[in-house]
């Protein structure tokens, strides 16, 4: 079965500052992986998405993930914040097998944004 | 433009009440989903329905109902014998089942039992 694990709920950073957040996966296949965003009582919208191409993957907003097997992680990162990335921010693993279409959701990690 | 509806944004239900609520798309997409989202848990699969005429319990189906008669709608039915239906109600939908194409989802449906 298909896990994730989001360390930490909540971020905080300042205003300029590294975002990392992170995910780590359990998977009995290959994984795909996803990273979502969402804004307060908005649905999810797609970040970035990893499926068994290049390991550093870019996304939108200056957002980009590294999939890393050995560490079976696949954290998020942003080199300087923005007021306007203030949101939470959900990992995902699309199952193998018959489940193809399933996601596994993390629990999701809130990020604050600091002037 | 493309993409999700979901209505009503805001539903408010008394006690023993079922409500239905809507989740239309326009992307031509095979696969639909509903989620459920509570603080802190994530989101948790309720049904899904890989194509037309055919739909899957999920993780927590238990209370809830869905059919699946057109492509394009997916409407889920939250009834009595849900216990704490308080939450937020995502609807996504995928391209197909077996690739691996992303959801995408619409802007969710808050429903409070009162």
């Known amino acids: 079965a298909q896990s994730v694990t989001q360390l930490g709920s909540h971020v905080s950073v300042s205003e300029g500052a590294l975002v990392l957040l992170r995910c780590n996966y359990s998977?009995?296949?290959?994984?795909?992986l996803f990273w979502y965003v969402q804004y307060p009582n908005q649905g999810l919208q797609l970040l970035l998405k990893y499926t068994s191409a290049a390991t550093l993957v870019k996304g939108i907003n200056g957002f980009e993930a590294e999939f890393k097997k050995s560490e079976t992680s696949f954290h998020l990162t942003k080199p300087s914040a923005h007021m306007s990335d203030a949101a939470e921010y959900f990992c995902a693993v699309r199952a193998g097998g018959t489940s193809y279409g399933k996601l596994t959701f993390g629990q999701g990690t809130i990020l604050t944004v600091h002037p | 433009d493309g993409g999700i509806t979901q209505s009503p944004k805001y539903l408010f239900r008394k006690e023993g009440q079922n409500v239905t609520l809507s989740c239309e798309q326009n992307?031509?997409?095979?696969?639909m989903y509903w989620y459920r989202q509570d603080p802190g848990q994530g989101l948790r699969l309720i049904y899904y329905?890989?194509?037309?005429?055919?739909?899957q319990k999920g993780d927590i189906a238990e209370g809830y109902s869905v059919s699946r008669e057109k492509k394009e709608s997916f409407p889920l039915t939250v009834t009595s014998a849900q216990k704490n239906p308080t939450a937020f109600y995502l609807c996504?939908?995928?391209?197909?089942?077996?690739?691996?194409?992303?959801?995408?989802f619409g802007p969710g449906t808050r429903l409070t039992v009162l």
């Open positions: 998977s009995s296949v290959p994984p795909y």
């Open positions: 329905s890989q194509i037309v005429n055919d739909f």
């Open positions: 992307l031509n997409h095979d696969a």
């Open positions: 996504a939908s995928s391209k197909d089942w077996v690739s691996y194409n992303e959801q995408f």
